[in-house]
């Protein structure tokens, strides 16, 4: 495409981004209320043709330059947006909704976060919408540490060796912050992947 062709594009992207950066400023005051909107708002910007067109080289830059957030906490609304209706976050709050998501992340079934707010199940002997942040920081620490136990089951090792070379490849690429974990699912084996979305700018 042409530079001519694309300008019409640049700048109304320019003027979208210039349109949420203000509505982040905005609700900046009222986090604990307007969560979930400001992780829609930040969701939209971490994406490459929108910060570009506001005149940075990436998202990261843009939270700088713009005093808005720091990447910690704007990757932890755009982590719930990802994971739950408005109604969902809105009912666990953000800090409780952020810890599902590791505890999710950390365990090794397919759960989703969505569904475990629908169903409601134990987490211990605690039902989620009873369990604190703090205990739900902990059963996630007690999953990790499961998880890292070792094993003499040579499809296990197999496995988690795999997962460990996958995420020195991505480090090795730039993605810095990548985790790979081994799962078992349905009887077979499969490797989780998680990073940072800055991380990810270019992978897709």
Do not use: C
Not at 45 to 57: D, E, N
Not at 176 to 192: N, T
């Amino acid at each position: 495409m042409l530079a001519h062709e694309l300008r019409p594009t640049v700048a109304k992207n320019k003027k979208k981004a210039e349109r949420l950066i203000a509505q982040i400023q905005k609700r900046q005051a009222r986090i604990a209320e307007d969560f979930y909107q400001m992780g829609v708002a930040l969701e939209a910007l971490s994406r490459p043709a929108l910060y570009q067109a506001a005149g940075h080289k990436s998202f990261k830059e843009l939270l700088s330059a713009r005093r808005l957030l720091k990447p910690t906490t704007a990757y932890k609304l755009i982590a719930v947006v990802d994971h739950y209706s408005k109604a969902q976050a809105q009912q666990l709050g953000l800090e409780k909704a952020y810890a599902l998501t590791r505890f999710v992340a950390a365990t090794p079934a397919a759960d989703l976060a969505a569904v475990l707010v629908r169903e409601n199940p134990l987490i211990g002997r605690i039902p989620l919408d009873r369990i604190s942040v703090r205990d739900l920081n902990l059963a996630t620490a007690r999953v990790r540490r499961a998880a890292t136990k070792p094993t003499k089951d040579p499809e296990a090792k197999a496995a988690r060796r795999t997962a460990r070379e996958l995420q020195r490849t991505l480090r090795a690429a730039g993605a810095r912050s990548a985790k790979v974990r081994a799962v078992r699912m349905d009887g077979e084996w499969h490797v989780r992947t998680d990073m940072k979305v800055a991380d990810a700018e270019g992978w897709g």
